[in-house]
């Protein structure tokens, strides 16, 4: 199946920021909507923020609402995530997804079943 491109991610000390960019390839037709997944060691994948298309509308997890930032990146089908005053419980592996169904985005915003596409996965390190 086809995969998002990702990048960004790297290792930083509490308070620091990084970003990660997310791109869509063309293959993929009518991308509606796209989001940041992390998964840490041992947890379960939780939705960081998503992002639709449509309206540029945004959604946040609380746990990240006023630090991080997702926004509509330069190129077609992209997303960018800008995380600031990161913190050792950021540390995870950070998932870009891909959704094209907006019924089931107007019911799962940070919910995995909504979305169909994904990343590979870049590594984000907080220390302390």
């Known amino acids: 199946q086809v995969q998002l491109v990702e990048s960004g991610g790297g290792s930083v000390q509490t308070g620091g920021s990084l970003r990660l960019s997310c791109v869509a390839p063309?293959?993929?037709?009518?991308?509606?909507?796209m989001a940041w997944f992390r998964q840490a060691p041992g947890q379960e994948r939780e939705g960081v923020a998503s992002?639709?298309?449509?309206?540029?509308?945004?959604y946040y997890a609380a746990s990240v609402k006023g630090r991080f930032t997702i926004s509509r990146g330069g190129a077609r089908n992209q997303v960018d995530l800008q995380m600031n005053s990161l913190k050792p419980e950021d540390t995870a592996m950070y998932y870009c997804?891909?959704?094209?169904?907006?019924?089931?985005?107007?019911?799962?915003?940070?919910?995995?079943?909504?979305?169909?596409?994904w990343g590979q996965g870049t590594q984000v390190t907080v220390s302390s």
């Open positions: 063309a293959d993929i037709y009518n991308v509606l909507y």
């Open positions: 997804a891909a959704g094209q169904n907006t019924v089931l985005f107007r019911l799962y915003k940070l919910w995995a079943a909504a979305f169909g596409y």
């Open positions: 992002f639709y298309f449509g309206g540029d509308s945004t």
